[in-house]
């Protein structure tokens, strides 16, 4: 299973752009990156997926480099309520329907 | 509307007794989860249903026991509590709109705090 690599923490202000970056250096060919949110005492909540070069939706984009060994994630002009753990997650078919979650990065959005 | 609901959303229980968490998601969904997350904040993944049937079970004590009664409903019962069992229980339900062991979109629940004295 591919193990996912994050910094632990980040700190920003309003209105700045954040990038997190992950590592995942043992990527299966079918596998997909998918990134997660989670707001202190709720559930985790998806946020963007892709499988290579660029996918954006109205939250966040997701590079990818063409090797596809990390990937980052970054949230446009933040705002205090962007404060959460984010989580990277790499999986395909093979992992069996289960999401992998590593430690995530805990981002705080400073005014 | 609340997607995937679980109650209670706290407990607070003595070591040695049963406890059933519910989970119930009105999104249509084949497949339902049991995830927990301990105080480390990482989040394990514990059982999968797809269609009432189960599909993963991961390493977990057989004192946890899931059961489905239908597709929109996922239950954990949990045996004579142990102090570390003390955590954040969440469900959640996906599509799974390629196969039950697909890695859709998962849709998660609020969570319940289980607390054990």
């Known amino acids: 299973l591919a193990k996912t690599t994050q910094p632990i923490s980040m700190d920003s202000y309003e209105g700045q752009e954040v990038n997190i970056t992950c590592s995942h250096n043992n990527i299966a060919t079918n596998d997909y990156i998918t990134w997660y949110q989670q707001f202190p005492s709720q559930g985790p909540r998806f946020i963007i997926q892709g499988y290579k070069t660029k996918v954006t939706n109205e939250v966040a984009s997701l590079f990818i480099p063409a090797d596809r060994k990390s990937s980052t994630l970054s949230l446009p002009r933040v705002s205090l309520s962007d404060t959460a753990v984010y989580y990277c997650?790499?999986?395909?078919?093979?992992?069996?329907?289960?999401?992998?979650f590593g430690q995530g990065t805990e981002l705080s959005v400073k005014p | 509307d609340t997607a995937v609901s679980q109650t209670p959303k706290y407990l607070v229980t003595q070591m040695g007794n049963d406890k059933s968490i519910k989970c119930e998601q009105n999104l249509g969904h084949d497949t339902m989860y049991w995830y927990k997350q301990d105080s480390k904040k990482f989040l394990k993944i514990m059982f999968s249903?797809?269609?009432?049937?189960?599909?993963i079970n991961e390493t977990v004590p057989n004192r946890f026991s899931p059961k489905s009664p239908d597709k929109a409903h996922l239950n954990l019962h949990i045996n004579s509590l142990e102090l570390g069992d003390s955590a954040v229980y969440f469900c959640a339900s996906s599509p799974a709109s390629r196969g039950p062991l697909s890695t859709d979109t998962q849709y998660f629940g609020p969570g319940t705090r289980l607390t054990v004295l």
């Open positions: 997650l790499v999986g395909g078919p093979n992992q069996g329907g289960k999401l992998i």
């Open positions: 249903y797809n269609n009432k049937e189960l599909i």
